[in-house]
């Protein structure tokens, strides 16, 4: 989820066995870092602002302080200002280095460019650590409140009040981005809001199924779902004696024994690989770098064409060596389907754990504000049924409190939705770029909902393709909705 998500992934602690693909979060957060052209780029400095712990209660003085960055090369005085607003993810500077569409555009318009960090990611520590009493000030709403404190200041200091504002974000803050304009439209004139899931759903079923027909449009067609359901179903049976648990430790490199009698380890494990598929649909093909470009040439071709690959045995092999080769990517030793691990350390509260790099404050934010959890409740997907929607909440629990339980998200989702207005929202000035093999769009504006709200459909696009750098072998439709943006944002600046 703005561009923001920006990745540093190389600082992290190198010892990982949380998953590298949690509620459709991979590490690093949802926008991955662009690939850096060959040019030289000088590196911006951070900067800090001193923000309110509570913006809703008036008593609380605490503050904290606020990373951003800010790029002048592209301006020219009296021109727009972007703000590029950060999401679920540690900032990254090289959206200001890279030529990002962003800054494509403002190398056109000559536009200043800001880049701010969401509370609680990256260097943005609102609290001393992150357990659940501290993470109580973690919301949209108080994100969004920092931004309108952040305008004002920037716009004061800057002496650049009364230039035309442009929101950007994508994911989770192309939701802020078009969240802002909706609620402080007299800050903000206009927002570009890439791939945005602004319904709030609870038992996103959706996701698997646009995963399944992501997977049917690749070269090996339908064939790649029918041999994942073979899989799944292969994998269900051998779970059932002791044997079939030896080979599935084996061929799928789990950790440890498998003991199919405990259930949230099952269930784990059926998520966990299918993750592998989720991953990899979510960002096809798109110019990003994880992790120094590891994993990038991966797509849902190269997964298909395993699936339908003979040679390597009979589709649960195949899929067994599918997750060989995520597994291999991303350079993990084996994988880990203890439940109890996982929840061990996403309940760890320090900054420097590996929970704290961002998946513990998403997965508290989808247990309080949105849910979006990809459920294996829907019907008509390969995946089985193995992580329905109560191991999701049971996380919830697990991990935060008891009193994160399924009454207390399903009011806090029914909030989210009343306070933006979910797929009904009223504003102007607003695009949703939406890619059609991205599994989020289909919580997302996919209609134009008036004249000055309007939607670009990107056929054969994945999450936020279109903030990438381009590429010669784009899509032309990428290439066109990257111009058509470029057009609005001219007209909102006029
Ligand atoms: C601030 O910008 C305005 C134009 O928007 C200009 O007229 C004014 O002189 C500037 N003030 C300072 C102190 O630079
Ligand atoms: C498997 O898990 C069950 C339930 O927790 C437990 O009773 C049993 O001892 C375990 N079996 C092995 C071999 O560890
Ligand atoms: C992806 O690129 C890496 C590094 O260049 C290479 O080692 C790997 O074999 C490639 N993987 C695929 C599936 O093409
Ligand atoms: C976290 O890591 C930093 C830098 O490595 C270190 O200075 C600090 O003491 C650590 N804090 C805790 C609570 O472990
Ligand atoms: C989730 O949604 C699916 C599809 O609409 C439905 O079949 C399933 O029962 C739902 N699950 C729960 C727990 O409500
Ligand atoms: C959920 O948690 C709330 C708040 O702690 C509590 O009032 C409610 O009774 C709980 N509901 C269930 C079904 O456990
Ligand atoms: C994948 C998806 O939902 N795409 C939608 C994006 O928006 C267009 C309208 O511009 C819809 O037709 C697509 O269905």
Not at 309 to 319: A, C, F, K, Q, V
Request: some cysteine.
């Amino acid at each position: 989820m703005g561009y923001l998500l920006c990745v540093f992934l190389t600082v992290l602690p190198s010892v990982f066995s949380l998953p590298y693909f949690m509620n459709g979060r991979p590490r690093g957060g949802m926008v991955g870092v662009p690939v850096l052209s060959e040019r030289p780029h000088t590196e911006p400095q951070e900067q800090w602002i001193s923000q309110r712990l509570d913006h809703y209660n008036d008593a609380d003085l605490r503050t904290w302080q606020q990373r951003y960055y800010i790029d002048d090369s592209h301006y020219i005085a009296g021109g727009p200002v972007f703000l590029n607003i950060g999401g679920e993810g540690p900032l990254n500077s090289k959206w200001l280095m890279a030529e990002t569409t962003w800054i494509q555009y403002a190398m056109k318009y000559g536009a200043l460019c800001l880049l701010v960090e969401h509370r609680y990611y990256g260097k943005s520590h609102p609290t001393v650590d992150v357990s659940t009493d501290s993470l109580q000030y973690l919301s949209s709403e108080q994100a969004l409140a920092d931004l309108a404190y952040f305008r004002n200041y920037i716009g004061e200091k800057l002496n650049i009040t009364n230039n035309k504002w442009i929101a950007f974000g994508g994911s989770y803050s192309g939701n802020l981005a078009a969240w802002f304009r909706i609620k402080y439209p007299h800050l903000v004139d206009g927002a570009v809001a890439t791939s945005a899931p602004v319904l709030a759903k609870l038992n996103f079923t959706e996701y698997l199924e646009v995963v399944r027909d992501s997977l049917a449009s690749s070269k090996a067609g339908e064939a790649c779902n029918k041999n994942i359901q073979a899989a799944v179903i292969d994998m269900q049976k051998k779970l059932q004696t002791t044997e079939g648990e030896k080979l599935l430790q084996n061929i799928f490199q789990v950790c440890g024994p498998i003991n199919s009698t405990e259930l949230k380890d099952v269930q784990n494990f059926h998520s966990l690989v299918s993750g592998n598929f989720e991953g990899v649909v979510q960002y096809n093909r798109d110019n990003r770098e994880f992790e120094g470009a590891v994993g990038t040439n991966i797509t849902l071709d190269t997964l298909c064409d395993i699936m339908v690959d003979e040679s390597i045995g009979d589709p649960l092999h195949r899929y067994a060596a599918v997750n060989t080769l995520m597994l291999q990517t991303y350079q993990t030793k084996c994988l880990d389907i203890s439940y109890d691990n996982m929840i061990q350390e996403m309940r760890q509260n320090s900054w420097n754990s590996s929970a704290a790099e961002g998946g513990k404050q998403w997965v508290y934010q989808t247990c309080t504000e949105f849910g979006y959890y990809q459920t294996s409740d829907a019907i008509n997907q390969p995946f089985g049924h193995n992580f329905p929607l109560s191991f999701s909440l049971q996380q919830c629990q697990d991990i935060y409190g008891k009193q994160f339980n399924q009454t207390t998200l399903t009011a806090g989702i029914k909030s989210t939705n009343t306070n933006y207005g979910g797929l009904g929202l009223k504003t102007n000035n607003v695009v949703f770029p939406n890619g059609s093999i991205d599994p989020w769009h289909a919580l997302g504006i996919t209609q134009d909902v008036s004249q000055s709200v309007t939607a670009i459909y990107i056929k054969g696009t994945a999450h936020c393709a279109n903030m990438y750098p381009e590429k010669a072998d784009d899509l032309p439709q990428l290439k066109q909705a990257r111009k058509t943006i470029e057009i609005l944002i001219g007209k909102w600046i006029q």
